[in-house]
């Protein structure tokens, strides 16, 4: 394969990457809490000898992935009135207990299990200073102070972990908007949680259309640039059958 094919290959594979990336911001685009994320790209230069009527080395730039950026930009908050779905305004991240371990999140809609423990969606617990907090129906109706205090009818129920990291960048993503670290958590010293609202997705739509319609043009490019590499080669092929032994 010549360099050509090469370097819109590369091109192509980083648009199909690009592509895969904005359909997932907009497939969580009603995901609380939710990061918007981009590729990042590098250039990859490589020297190779020059052709025939070229003169001295030749530069290649190939296009290479080099990752995943997540924008942590805070989403809008918006008022829901439930009384367990809970909003991190600033820093911070719920600490959740799962099989593998403790994990994270900013995805504050919780409810109650069959047991009166308060989990996220997917059923695991959200910790409390002492462990997993358990809501009885003896406790009335739960105000959840800024804090992360919870008390109900008879008095203070637990008090919320809320944690921060030193390289907020280093968590990675798992399934069900938790992040997992190494990292030892930090408790966040002015915890500011609002009861009775979500914190949104930052990715904003427009933004994406946008974006995915530079890369459907950008890829198009390169499928020109391909096609018209291919029909050289199949006249150059039909010239040199054509000449005479």
């Given at each position: 394969m010549?360099?050509?094919?090469l370097?819109?290959?590369s091109q192509?594979l980083a648009?199909?990457?690009?592509?895969?990336?904005?359909?997932?911001?907009?497939?969580?685009?009603?995901?609380?809490?939710?990061k918007?994320?981009?590729v990042?790209?590098?250039?990859?230069v490589?020297?190779?000898?020059?052709?025939?009527?070229?003169t001295?080395?030749q530069?290649i730039?190939?296009?290479?992935?080099?990752?995943?950026v997540?924008d942590?930009?805070e989403g809008q908050?918006?008022?829901t009135n439930?009384?367990f779905?809970?909003?991190i305004n600033?820093?911070?991240?719920?600490?959740?207990?799962?099989a593998?371990g403790?994990?994270?999140t900013?995805d504050g809609?919780?409810?109650?299990?069959?047991?009166?423990?308060?989990?996220?969606d997917?059923?695991d617990?959200?910790?409390?200073?002492g462990?997993p907090?358990?809501?009885t129906?003896?406790?009335?109706?739960?105000?959840i102070?800024s804090d992360g205090?919870?008390?109900g009818?008879?008095?203070?129920?637990?008090?919320?972990?809320?944690v921060?990291f030193a390289?907020?960048?280093?968590?990675?993503k798992?399934g069900?908007?938790?992040?997992?670290?190494?990292?030892n958590?930090?408790?966040?010293?002015?915890?500011?949680?609002l009861?009775?609202?979500?914190?949104?997705?930052?990715?904003?739509?427009?933004i994406e259309i946008?974006?995915m319609i530079d890369v459907?043009?950008?890829?198009?490019?390169?499928?020109t640039l391909s096609q018209?590499e291919a029909?050289?080669?199949?006249?150059?092929?039909d010239?040199?059958?054509?000449?005479?032994?």
């Open positions: 010549d360099n050509t094919l370097v819109s290959l192509q648009a199909y990457r690009s592509m895969d990336v904005i359909a997932n911001n907009l497939a969580n685009l009603s995901t609380p809490a939710y918007r994320e981009s990042k790209f590098e250039q990859y490589q020297q190779v000898r020059p052709a025939e009527g070229q001295g080395p530069t730039s190939f296009v290479k992935d080099a990752g995943v997540r942590l930009s908050l918006e008022t439930a009384p779905d809970l909003a600033g820093k911070g991240y719920f600490v959740v207990q799962t593998a403790n994990r994270y900013r809609h919780l409810t109650l299990n069959g047991d009166g423990e308060l989990v996220t997917s059923g617990p959200i910790l409390g200073d462990g907090v358990t809501i129906a003896d406790d009335g109706d739960i105000h102070a205090t919870i008390s009818k008879q008095g203070e129920i637990g008090k919320l972990q809320l921060d390289n907020e960048r280093a968590l990675q798992e069900s908007s938790l992040y997992s670290t190494t990292q958590p930090i408790a966040v010293e002015k915890p500011y949680i009861q009775g609202s979500l914190e949104t997705s930052n990715v904003q739509p427009v946008s974006h459907m043009r950008a890829y198009q490019a390169t499928a018209s029909t050289l080669k199949q006249k150059a092929i010239q040199l059958g054509s000449v005479p032994n």
